[in-house]
């Protein structure tokens, strides 16, 4: 049971439904009251518009993510949001907010079909539907009208329907098997034009960014505790397991030493649980693992070489089997970290063996190994991939290596525009040198490479692995979720 004009038990059911662990096979978005005197919901807001608008908005937002590839999402919505449709929006008082709140709704479901491209997205028009309480409180000379004198003239009445009618009509839609999408549909199930308004995807893109905006800034103040609306001990327990099915999960590769090993147990200490790869360090995997355990999150270690491309498809095998572990079947983050050892070559006596090494591991690999891997991330995901601060700068020996960096750079950019419509944040972590294992551990080990770079950095040493795991983990959250495209170098200012 879910009032759908009141977010705070919107937002309550969905994760209690995320909590059942059940596949669902599609969503309906059928509220719609009309009040003919204006009535605020539990935060304050226009009743009809919070029940038509916010409420399906807000469902559908946080089970999306959720729902299998091909799943059906239909939102009913009213010929009446089309001002020039003849008959179109009433003048009855409320009608502008009911017409308002159906034209957001259908703006919604256009825009979601562009976000979701996995999912079916569609909306469909039931026809006028008298005797169903849609004006519940209109005065009883007009509840009379509409139940006993307009029925006499049905069959002269444009777009006129039944219950029942509009039953088979929706189902039809929900249940279709095409693959159509962003498709609006008539009383009768076929495809429809609706206003010039949803037809212009600038202004879609508008009502989705707007209630977004709206529901952030407002979701603080309509918390539980403020409302009075505190769960009971069962609700409670809930909601407790439905947090912990929730939970974000980030795939790292490289994940058992240095930077990588950092960003996991960064993740950890944020409760995010992690897939991490490691390549033939399998004590350090543990170790990892026992680490992150301690934090109270949970790991699991793959062995991965990210240089081997045929060996993608068993791997996205086992990630699949990882995520059973996780309790889950799609995850979150994805942070492209692995790397080879850079011998530092100069440029004339670089190898074609060395140069297809460093671009299987450091280019092929992260294009192919996240192109795998697409079909498994939420929309709304977001991934990182590594760079190097020797893409910016240019130094004696990095041709092979930086050149790489600067590819994957490139890369990362198209990425965050092709995967926009899923919502999919693609951004750039550059570390400069950091005293890790990488390169035979030369920065961290040669007294004199140290010094020479504390010398040029305006912070004056060299970088550290706790000094990018907690910039990496902190990308990735939501305080971050409009950070995109863009190159984030964590160097401690080297060579300003």
């Not at 993608?312 to 889950?328: I, N, R």
Request: proline fraction near 5%; charge should be neutral.
């Amino acid at each position: 049971m879910c009032d759908l004009s009141d977010l705070t038990r919107v937002r309550r059911a969905a994760a209690e439904i995320v909590a059942l662990r059940l596949p669902i096979a599609g969503l309906l978005n059928n509220p719609g009251i009309f009040q003919m005197r204006a009535t605020r919901n539990a935060q304050g807001w226009d009743l009809t518009f919070a029940t038509n608008h916010l409420g399906p908005f807000v469902l559908t937002d946080a089970l999306v993510p959720h729902l299998p590839d091909g799943a059906n999402v239909v939102f009913v919505t009213s010929g009446v949001e089309d001002p020039e449709r003849k008959p179109g929006g009433s003048t009855l008082p409320g009608g502008d907010a009911y017409a308002t709140s159906k034209q957001c709704a259908l703006a919604t479901a256009v825009e979601f079909a562009r976000e979701n491209p996995r999912l079916h997205i569609d909306s469909v028009e039931p026809g006028f539907t008298p005797n169903t309480g849609l004006g519940r409180d209109a005065n009883a000379f007009l509840r009379f009208l509409t139940k006993y004198i307009i029925p006499l003239f049905a069959p002269f009445v444009k777009y006129w329907s039944t219950p029942k009618r509009a039953a088979r009509v929706i189902t039809k839609v929900l249940v279709n098997k095409t693959g159509q999408t962003g498709v609006y549909c008539d009383d009768s199930g076929h495809p429809m034009v609706g206003s010039r308004l949803v037809r212009d995807p600038k202004f879609t893109s508008r009502v989705v960014a707007e209630t977004r905006a709206f529901l952030s800034t407002t979701q603080s103040k309509s918390s539980e505790a403020q409302l009075g609306l505190r769960p009971t001990s069962d609700e409670q327990a809930q909601l407790n397991r439905s947090k912990k099915m929730t939970t974000k999960i980030a795939i790292v590769t490289g994940g058992s030493r240095g930077i990588g090993r950092n960003t996991v147990e960064s993740l950890a200490r944020r409760g995010v649980h992690s897939i991490f790869t490691y390549h033939s360090h399998s004590a350090d995997a543990e170790a990892v693992v026992a680490e992150v355990e301690n934090a109270g999150a949970k790991a699991v270690a793959l062995k991965l070489d990210t240089g081997d491309i045929a060996s993608f498809d068993a791997f996205v095998d086992s990630v699949k089997d990882a995520l059973g572990k996780l309790e889950a079947t799609h995850f979150d983050f994805l942070v492209n970290n692995a790397g080879n050892n850079d011998r530092n070559m100069p440029f004339a006596e670089a190898t074609e063996e060395e140069l297809d090494s460093a671009y299987n591991v450091h280019f092929k690999g992260v294009f192919f190994l996240t192109q795998k891997l697409l079909p498994l991330i939420n929309d709304g995901g977001r991934i990182i991939n590594i760079s190097t601060g020797r893409a910016r700068i240019s130094t004696p020996g990095g041709s092979v290596y930086a050149s790489m960096k600067g590819a994957v750079e490139v890369l990362s950019r198209h990425m965050a525009l092709e995967l926009g419509p899923r919502r999919i944040a693609v951004n750039i972590v550059a570390p400069g040198a950091v005293a890790t294992d990488f390169s035979g551990g030369v920065v961290r080990d040669n007294p004199a490479v140290n010094k020479r770079i504390a010398d040029n950095t305006a912070l004056g040493r060299v970088g550290l692995p706790d000094d990018l795991g907690p910039v990496i983990a902190d990308l990735l959250s939501a305080d971050f979720r409009f950070v995109n495209g863009q190159r984030i170098e964590v160097s401690g200012g080297v060579i300003l």
